[in-house]
């Protein structure tokens, strides 16, 4: 079965503070994708950023940033100089074949 | 530039009968994915169309079934509907040859 395990269910960070949250997945393929996604309270799922497993480089999309760790199957998402915006659930996911698998989510409060 | 909607955004069935969600998606994708996400939990797949035939499903029962148009929009059917099928539909689209998908706002579905 393929897995993907958030352990922080609620994480708080203040504004303009920088936060990491955590993804570990589980799966016997080589080649897969993987995915962060927020949910704000309007509940429209939004590409955060998205990393390709064959590449070494980190995925960064201006204030998000991952931390790939291919061997320990883990998918950090580091995100930098907090917005009030940033509040949602954060899911991160991987694919393969053409399915996305989801974690249970992190909800995240960013506080003025 | 048009992203992808979805209608209706909140329906209301009894245990028994059927329902149609619809899905567009956004401009120049051809290809459809559904999911389901019950309170508090992570999207699970339910099945992708891509030129009109269903490409990949997951574990779910055949009282779930779809369709894609020739303009790649999508239903989603779900027969003789159980309590449990209350939760947030969601439809996502992709280009056939990219993984990325990108979600609608959903559909939310209470069963009574």
């Known amino acids: 079965a393929q897995t993907v395990t958030q352990s922080q269910p609620e994480m708080s960070v203040q504004e303009a503070e920088t936060v990491t949250l955590s993804c570990t997945y589980d799966?016997?393929?080589?080649?897969?994708?993987l995915f962060w996604y927020k949910q704000p309270p309007s509940r429209q799922m939004i590409l955060v950023i998205r990393q390709e497993a064959y590449k070494q480089q980190n995925a960064t999309e201006n204030r998000f940033s991952v931390n790939f760790q291919k061997a320990a199957k883990s998918f950090s998402l580091k995100i930098s100089d907090s917005q009030l915006g940033d509040t949602a659930m954060y899911f991160c996911a991987f694919m393969i074949g053409y399915a996305l698998n989801f974690g249970k989510g992190t909800s995240l409060l960013v506080t003025p | 530039d048009a992203g992808v909607t979805q209608s209706p955004t909140h329906l209301i069935k009894t245990r028994g009968q059927q329902v149609t969600l619809r899905c567009s998606p956004k401009s120049g994708h051809d290809t459809v994915s559904w999911y389901q996400q019950a309170l508090g939990q992570g999207p699970q797949f339910i099945f992708q169309?891509?030129?009109?035939?269903?490409?990949q499903r997951g574990n779910f029962p055949d009282r779930f079934s779809g369709h894609q148009f020739p303009n790649y929009s999508s239903e989603l059917n779900v027969n003789a509907l159980l309590l449990g099928d209350s939760a947030l539909y969601l439809c996502?689209?992709?280009?056939?040859?990219?993984?990325?998908?990108?979600f609608g706002p959903g559909t939310r579905l209470l069963v009574l």
């Open positions: 169309y891509y030129e009109e035939e269903e490409r």
């Open positions: 799966t016997s393929e080589s080649n897969y994708y």
């Open positions: 996502a689209s992709s280009l056939r040859t990219q993984e990325t998908q990108y």
